[in-house]
């Protein structure tokens, strides 16, 4: 069976000076999920995917600066959904590894105030769980808030072209989940990106993959470049978070083939742990079943 | 003070499986960043357009774009300016033996000031102090404690040499070549403990400030450095021929893994390298292995397999050849290779006898290279 991605278009959810049409978004994040799950009840969709009495984790990108990270817009929105749905306030954690960086970000943090909780792994008291995590070539230390706090997971991703690793998406953000996220950079992030998602606390937590394509950067990433950064005005949707990926690494080959650029595979970047992760059974990572719905909200 | 121990005094260790946001909260105290790092830009590396940058120091030659770390995790490119976050950053300072290192022929029977910085240009699966060298500087607790004062504490604690030992000096290479410039204003020798993944420049420089080197050669295949290293194994060969070459001392460790680097073939083609290269005076370590951090499924070094390679290294021409974690061991011993007796008698880190005299031995007056004074 084909996995789902759906990709809503929200034109003019960012104006010209690039602040989010909050209204617009809200729409974009119905619509998608609407089509993601078949429901038409906005409030009933998120509980086909969590409980009530879940924790959840929404893991952003804050690492590039507020020019390419996770907006707060787009984190509160979906924040603002799942407790629609039901799931308390204080159940529900916008998260990434550091306050510095969330705060660069635009993020007012709140560790102990009523409302979503927001805040980085470095806060006091919080840290890394110092049990070791050994998995395949993964070893690492998880933040407290994936291993211990939270019960499900959204990866509210970035979509960029890296370096290294070609794409970063909604798996490679789990690399903000862990100590070490340097020590996996080899071989263009092969085979760690699949290796990470498949440990227990990823795999088993994670429900939702949402890739923040709003504003697209095609080339010299994952560090913002307002040369090769695009406003796409899009999420990306999907319950396969491999698919997923393999779908914004499309966005990323269109984009660069419209502005000349050789492909990643030219670039010896090609995305190849979307392979293994399929190998894995994590996911699907070809264009026969991989099902996209493009709709404009 | 170590990662474990730190865990310990900010109180992360509290949360446990199960509990949920409100018990977390309840753990939170004032919020406080541990960051506090240096901001010092890097000696080794070239600045590309984009406000890339690629680190000249390592084997690696990470390519950073803006806002990124190297594999090592210390460094980082902010706006096309790369800096080490760590210097002045020591994480672990302790007063150790320095037959500790192990350095055998270097300052017998004295004290090393030891430092390390978090981070390491590796990642080896046998790491003993992963917790420190396996994270970001941020993730340790760590003190401010510039060149001087290392210098100063040296000296206070009747050290004659310090050491840049426990992570991999290589990652805190402009800490360690200030301290080690310093400290020889002071007439404080420096010894460093690596594994050796470094470039030649930056090598060939450090050799003009430091007395001793110590390289781990984790193995003499690039198999086994490509699984369980995450390195390459020409690097480290051309590191050890450039400290042989300058006037620094060298010395060799190898630590001997049950299955992985432990066969007749790998240790005899690395001993007679060693004698090809560097001829048979350089003092070679077979350590024991103990399973830790991602190799706990290997049990420790056998004590047949490390004197067969006691033996192969011997037979091979080494003269100065060691058995390390084997306390009591008569390897542990150093022996005039020309009359055959003991002339440094060791246990453990303990020296129990010199027989020296001036640098020779006492018995029949041969020459013992090393640095005794």
Same mark, same amino acid.
């Given at each position: 069976m084909a996995s789902k991605v759906v990709l809503i278009r929200g034109?003019? @959810?960012?104006?010209g000076d690039g602040d989010i049409d909050q209204k617009r978004l809200l729409s974009m994040y119905t619509r998608g999920i609407q089509a993601l799950l078949n429901q038409q009840n906005p409030k009933e969709n998120l509980l086909l995917l969590f409980r009530r009495n879940d924790k959840v984790g929404i893991k952003i990108n804050t690492i590039a600066g507020k020019m390419l990270s996770t907006r707060p817009e787009v984190s509160l929105s979906l924040a603002k959904l799942l407790s629609g749905s039901g799931i308390q306030e204080k159940n529900i954690i916008i998260w990434d590894r550091t306050n510095r960086e969330l705060r660069a970000a635009g993020y007012h943090l709140n560790i102990k105030g009523s409302g979503y909780a927001i805040f980085g792994t470095d806060t006091r008291g919080v840290d890394y769980n110092p049990r070791l995590i050994s998995h395949l070539n993964i070893g690492s230390l998880f933040s407290s808030i994936q291993s211990d706090w939270i019960t499900s997971s959204i990866s509210l991703a970035i979509l960029k072209d890296h370096g290294m690793a070609g794409v970063t998406a909604g798996m490679k953000?789990?690399?903000?989940?862990?100590?070490?996220?340097?020590?996996? =950079?080899?071989?263009?992030c092969d085979p760690f990106v699949a290796e990470l998602f498949e440990t227990k606390l990823i795999m088993r937590k994670h429900k939702l993959s949402i890739l923040d394509?709003? @504003? @697209?950067?095609? =080339?010299?990433?994952?560090s913002y470049h307002a040369r090769w950064a695009e406003k796409y005005e899009a999420l990306i949707f999907s319950l396969d978070p491999v698919a997923a990926d393999f779908v914004g690494w499309q966005v990323i080959e269109k984009l660069r083939a419209k502005k000349g650029l050789p492909t990643l595979k030219e670039e010896d970047r090609e995305p190849t742990y979307l392979k293994t992760a399929e190998k894995k059974g994590l996911g699907k990572a070809n264009r026969n079943e991989v099902k996209i719905i493009e709709e404009e909200a | 003070m170590k990662r474990r121990q730190f865990f310990k005094t900010t109180g992360g260790i509290s949360l446990v499986a199960g509990s949920g946001l409100e018990s977390l909260l309840m753990n939170l105290y004032a919020f406080e960043e541990k960051a506090n790092l240096s901001k010092v830009e890097a000696l080794y590396y070239k600045k590309h357009s984009d406000r890339e940058i690629e680190c000249l120091l390592c084997p690696r030659y990470c390519k950073l774009g803006d806002k990124e770390r190297g594999y090592c995790g210390v460094r980082e490119n902010m706006g096309g300016t790369y800096y080490t976050l760590v210097y002045g950053k020591a994480c672990s300072i302790n007063v150790d033996p320095i037959e500790k290192k192990p350095f055998f022929h270097f300052l017998p029977r004295t004290n090393a000031l030891s430092i390390a910085t978090a981070g390491c240009n590796v990642n080896c699966k046998f790491c003993q102090n992963w917790e420190i060298s396996q994270v970001r500087p941020e993730q340790v607790e760590h003190y401010d404690i510039p060149p001087s004062k290392v210098v100063d504490l040296a000296k206070k604690y009747s050290c004659p040499s310090i050491a840049y030992t426990y992570t991999e000096p290589v990652v805190f290479y402009e800490y360690m070549y200030d301290t080690s410039k310093e400290a020889r204003l002071k007439r404080i020798k420096n010894a460093v403990v690596t594994g050796g993944h470094i470039n030649p420049e930056p090598l060939e420089e450090l050799t003009k400030v430091v007395d001793a080197i110590k390289i781990d050669l984790k193995a003499f295949t690039q198999d086994f450095y490509t699984s369980y290293v995450r390195g390459e194994l020409q690097p480290v060969l051309d590191a050890i021929k450039i400290v042989h070459k300058s006037n620094v001392w060298l010395e060799i460790v190898y630590l001997v893994i049950p299955t992985l680097n432990d066969s007749q073939n790998e240790i005899q083609n690395l001993c007679r390298w060693i004698m090809n290269e560097i001829g048979p005076d350089v003092p070679l370590h077979f350590s024991r292995f103990f399973p830790m951090y991602l190799m706990k499924n290997l049990p420790h070094t056998p004590l047949s397999t490390l004197e067969k390679a006691y033996k192969i290294a011997l037979a091979e021409g080494l003269h100065y050849v060691y058995l390390g974690n084997i306390p009591s061991h008569r390897a542990e011993s150093t022996y005039c290779p020309s009359c055959k007796n003991k002339v440094i008698q060791r246990i453990g880190y303990q020296i129990k006898k010199i027989e020296l005299k001036e640098g020779k031995c006492?018995?029949?007056?041969n020459p013992i290279p090393g640095v005794w004074t």
């Open positions: 034109k003019g @959810v960012l104006n953000n789990y690399f903000g989940t862990i100590h070490n996220p340097n020590k996996y =950079h080899d071989f263009n394509s709003l @504003v @697209v950067q095609y =080339h010299r990433g994952p | 006492k018995f029949c007056n």
